[in-house]
């Protein structure tokens, strides 16, 4: 993965997160959200699936490519509004991407495949897809439940974690189980796989 299209890829994709005007506090410093949470990505990638492809790799990089320029509360609230947003972002990030790697050198091919791995289509079929949402779903597990957590009824925290169990490969769930988590998400997962 020492091609000049990757090297150039994310150099441009980590320049595009680094836009970010949301900021959060790593250790003492601020630094924006989603280049924060792509390096989680990556760093869990790294650990959970150390042979990752560069279709896969580079997908994590795309995972939330400008997300922050889609709002959420440009939607209507509830269940249906919420899907509409999620559809259109993964458009919008997915073209986003595609133009991104395409002046980076890559294939038409192979930008096909990062946006079919992105995208999350026919995860059965795709091997990378599955290795995605694993990560995707472990550093939500790791990084974000505990605040997502805040003001939230505990059954639907629950229904929350079996949702994004069943999202995930065995393996994933192998990982799950082993992460460090904070007494009360640990509490909330155990209830939700009880």
């Known amino acids: ?14 320049a595009a ?3 970010d005007p949301n900021n959060e506090l790593e250790g003492s410093k601020l630094v924006p959200a989603e280049w924060l949470y792509t390096q ?3 760093d869990c990638l790294r650990q959970v699936y150390p042979d990752a492809s560069e279709a896969l790799t580079i997908a994590a990089y795309c995972q939330h490519l400008y997300r922050w320029e889609i709002k959420r ?12 947003w999620r559809n259109y972002l993964g458009d919008y990030q997915a ?3 595609a133009a991104i790697l395409q002046a980076s050198g890559y294939s038409d091919d192979f930008v096909s495949e990062v946006v079919d791995i992105l995208k999350k289509l026919n995860i ?6 599955q290795k995605l949402e ?52 640990h509490r909330i997962v155990i209830r939700a796989l009880g």
């Open 1 to 14: 993965m020492n091609s000049i299209s990757f090297q150039k890829a994310t150099a441009s994709l980590k």
């Open 17 to 19: 997160h680094l836009q």
């Open 40 to 42: 989680r990505l990556l």
């Open 73 to 84: 509360t440009e939607y209507p609230e509830g269940r249906i509004g919420y899907y509409q």
């Open 95 to 97: 073209g986003k991407a």
């Open 124 to 129: 059965p079929r795709l091997d990378d897809a």
């Open 134 to 185: 694993d990560v995707v779903c472990l550093v939500f597990l790791e990084h974000y439940m505990q605040d997502f957590m805040q003001g939230k009824p505990a059954a639907q925290l629950v229904q929350i974690v079996q949702k994004t169990w069943n999202k995930m490969s065995d393996h994933g769930h192998h990982v799950a189980l082993q992460l460090n988590l904070p007494e009360s998400t």
